[in-house]
């Protein structure tokens, strides 16, 4: 079974990067487009990993921020894409795991998901655990 993760933006170079990345990882990738729409598939669906262009996307910080308040993602390892307008104390503030700044080439993409690569695999073991009851 492998990895999820939602991207959270409307930038082109942006999903034309971390798309392959992602893959070469072995994580597959649904892009949303939309800050709304994004908050409305994090409260039905759980992904290992979330993405999210806090600058370029109007309503970007929102999604971060209601992310911690929900329940089945509030634990999943939170990516913020930031251009300039947010700061990255800001964004961990608001519950980012990591940090990438625009423009993202594939060399820091691949170094940035592979150091968070464990913390998305730790979380999938943990968040699918079930009880047992031995005799």
Do not use: W
Not at 1 to 9: A, C, I, K, P, T
Not at 42 to 61: H, N, P, R, T, W
């Amino acid at each position: 079974m492998g990895l999820d993760s939602l991207l959270v933006s409307r930038d082109p170079q942006v999903i034309d990067v971390l798309r392959p990345t992602l893959a070469k990882l072995s994580v597959d990738v649904e892009v949303c487009r939309g800050a709304h729409s994004g908050n409305e598939i994090l409260s039905s669906e759980k992904f290992d990993a979330v993405i999210v262009d806090c600058d370029d996307l109007q309503g970007g910080l929102s999604v971060l921020e209601s992310l911690r308040k929900g329940s089945s993602n509030k634990n999943s390892v939170t990516f913020a894409i930031l251009n300039g307008s947010t700061t990255t104390r800001k964004a961990f503030e608001l519950g980012a795991n990591f940090v990438l700044q625009k423009p993202i080439s594939p060399t820091n993409a691949m170094r940035c998901f592979g150091a968070a690569l464990s913390f998305m695999t730790r979380e999938r073991r943990r968040y699918f655990r079930h009880p047992l009851e031995l005799p």
